[in-house]
């Protein structure tokens, strides 16, 4: 999506603050590979800008443990879910990812719900948060609602998210730069890095 594209559905502008972000990385994981491999430089180029500029990356991956923890997700998606330990649960093998970055496991669309996220993001003093990753109009967008309500700024990528359709992702877009997020991507970083 060029920059273009995504300027008629803000509201407002702001750069993200490097001492004071994270990056979140959403799901990129073999399950998604055919929705996340076209923004897989894109996603790269933004984990690596935020590396240089210090900010703390976070991953995650989605898996099910056990029926326990399902939740409406089994019913939703007729039974079709991530089960832990099997190939789909696994981060696609391009994804420049480092042994010591930090993976919170979930099982639902948010990040945030019954995992330590939020915890790990106050202990280092983390007061905004980049959303990336797939898929843009379910675990990206409510981790990105979730994050907004429980007081983070949120800055949400044009370039690095990715879904099923151009139509759910612009939605998405759409909703996020009306009332939850400001948009970015991989030139807007590289900009808002360059001049910290």
């Not at 990715?162 to 992702?169: F, G």
């Not at 877009?173 to 991989?186: I, Q, R, S, W």
């Amino acid at each position: 999506m060029s920059s273009s594209t995504f300027n008629e559905f803000e509201t407002r502008k702001r750069h993200p603050d490097p001492k004071s972000a994270a990056l979140l990385v959403i799901d990129v994981q073999n399950y998604f590979t055919s929705i996340a491999k076209p923004i897989l430089p894109a996603l790269n180029t933004t984990i690596n800008l935020c590396r240089r500029a210090s900010v703390p990356v976070f991953f995650t991956r989605h898996c099910h443990k056990s029926q326990s923890d399902y939740g409406m997700l089994h019913e939703w998606w007729d039974g079709e879910i991530i089960h832990d330990g099997t190939p789909d649960s696994q981060f696609i093998p391009d994804l420049d990812r480092r042994e010591s970055d930090s993976v919170i496991l979930k099982n639902t669309y948010s990040a945030f719900r019954d995992t330590d996220l939020e915890e790990k993001l106050l202990e280092i003093g983390v007061k905004e948060v980049i959303v990336t990753g797939v898929m843009t109009n379910l675990c990206c967008e409510t981790t990105a609602r979730d994050a907004f309500v429980r007081g983070f700024r949120v800055f949400f990528s044009t370039d690095a998210t990715a879904t099923s359709s151009a139509e759910l992702h612009q939605a998405t877009l759409k909703n996020m730069a009306y009332g939850f997020a400001y948009l970015v991507d991989c030139n807007r970083l590289q900009q808002a890095f360059s001049n910290s």
